[in-house]
């Protein structure tokens, strides 16, 4: 079952990269779109590096807002990657090359995290902004290689003391959003090598799992106290 729902996720992952419904796969997905990428469309410019890219599922929505995308990953998930390197250490740039940085769901598989943040500060024009989203709510993923969780507070004193000035933290979603994710996973998954069925088990999903979690936590639970994971604006001072 497992490595039925792996390879299903990864194909999935392929055939929606360029889809709007890509949003739509769980709940923690839609957050990521409606939370996240609102503020890295609002503070990208210029010349632009996306640190731990993928496939670049955000290329789309800020191409016509910046000068130059560039991407860094430590493999070659696509072929217009610019670097093939590791964030903790980014020798092949320049000091002081981008005006802006996006870094998103990376930070929990970095085992120094102030070295990293200290890289993408160095990278990093004056007055550059840095996009940042971490997980706080998940399951394991990705053994070993799985390391960190973090709190807003966590965030905040890592940036901060890597020298950023913290414009703001915000929660992405909750607890419903967290166990949705869990369901769509599976449930999506599980029947996404079946053709038809496949697109009626996704629009399902879509609006009984993914926008009614989205919307009990925006509603229900506006604490946050059981954050999925946190969107982040920081600038180099």
């Known amino acids: 079952m497992y490595e039925l729902l792996r390879k299903n996720r990864l194909k999935l992952r392929k055939e929606l990269r360029y889809s709007n419904e890509r949003k739509f796969f769980s709940p923690l997905s839609l957050s990521q779109y409606e939370i996240t990428l609102p503020r890295i469309i609002s503070y990208v410019s210029g010349k632009l590096i996306d640190l731990g890219c993928g496939d670049m599922p955000y290329r789309e929505f800020i191409i016509d807002r910046i000068n130059t995308y560039d991407s860094l990953d430590v493999e070659k998930e696509v072929e217009d990657i610019t670097f093939i390197g590791d964030i903790q250490d980014m020798n092949m740039i320049v000091s002081e090359t981008y005006d802006s940085a996006m870094c998103l769901e990376v930070l929990n598989y970095v085992p120094d995290p102030f070295k990293a943040l200290s890289e993408i500060y160095r990278i990093l024009k004056k007055d550059g902004y840095l996009i940042l989203s971490v997980c ?33 933290i915000v929660p992405k979603s909750g607890i419903f959003s967290f166990l949705g994710h869990q369901f769509s996973t599976v449930f999506v998954c599980v029947f996404w090598h079946i053709p038809v069925l496949k697109k009626i088990v996704f629009f399902l999903n ?7 979690c989205f919307w009990l936590d925006r509603n229900f639970e506006k604490k946050k106290l059981f954050a999925s994971g946190y969107a982040c604006v920081a600038k180099k001072r």
């Open 136 to 168: 706080h709510l998940s399951r394991i993923l990705d053994e070993p290689y799985d390391l960190y969780r973090y709190t807003k507070y966590g965030l905040k004193y890592l940036l901060e003391k890597t020298g950023f000035q913290v414009v703001e």
């Open 206 to 212: 879509k609006w009984f799992c993914s926008k009614l």
